[in-house]
């Protein structure tokens, strides 16, 4: 491994991220849009109020392909973190674990079909999937994307175990 080479980053931890948590401290507008929706996009990484450049997108292509999604942000407050560079950021989601096997689907195909992803590219992601009784586990991946399969079969397993 060379000084350029980046380490890979694959947790799987209990999160205290819920979608009534969000949607009870969010701001009235907000929320209201927030309630019946299956995935939330929150904000990147390590920023509490920017969005990663293309966010929008992957909100199009996930409301255009079932997955009833919203942005945890007002039309006015969204903005968006410009990052440039070789890698894929896609940001944040929380997911209710029943539409778990439809967003694995949705969100694989958004990544290898519409942004043509290689395999010796970079992609960071983070997913918090809710089970039924409230409880949030969440899957952090940072790495190559012929290694992305093992976060999404994570998340996966956390929607089969309801």
């Known amino acids: 491994m060379s000084i350029l080479d980046k380490k890979e980053i694959f947790t799987v931890e209990e999160s205290s991220v819920t979608f009534k ?9 907000i ?9 939330i ?8 109020d920017a969005y990663y450049a293309g ?10 392909n079932g997955v009833n999604t919203d942005i945890y942000a007002s039309d006015d407050e969204y903005k968006e973190l410009g990052l440039h560079g070789a890698e894929i950021w896609l940001g944040t989601f929380i997911i209710q674990s029943v ?14 079909d519409k942004l043509k992803a290689k395999d010796d590219g970079n992609v960071a992601l983070k997913f918090m999937v ?3 009784e409230g409880k949030t586990t969440a899957v952090d991946f940072n ?3 012929e290694n992305l399969s093992k976060a999404i079969d994570a998340v996966k397993s956390l929607g089969d175990e309801n």
């Not at 948590?21 to 507008?29: M, T």
């Not at 929320?31 to 995935?39: F, P, R, Y």
């Open 55 to 64: 966010t929008l997108d992957t909100f199009d292509f996930l409301n255009e």
């Open 99 to 112: 539409v778990v096997p439809v967003f694995c689907g949705v969100i694989s195909s958004y990544i290898y």
């Open 31 to 39: 929320a209201n849009t927030l309630n019946e929706k299956s995935v």
């Open 41 to 48: 996009i929150l904000p990147s990484h390590g920023h509490d």
């Open 21 to 29: 948590k969000l949607i009870d401290n969010a701001p009235v507008e």
């Open 130 to 132: 809710e089970n039924k």
């Open 143 to 145: 790495g190559k994307v």
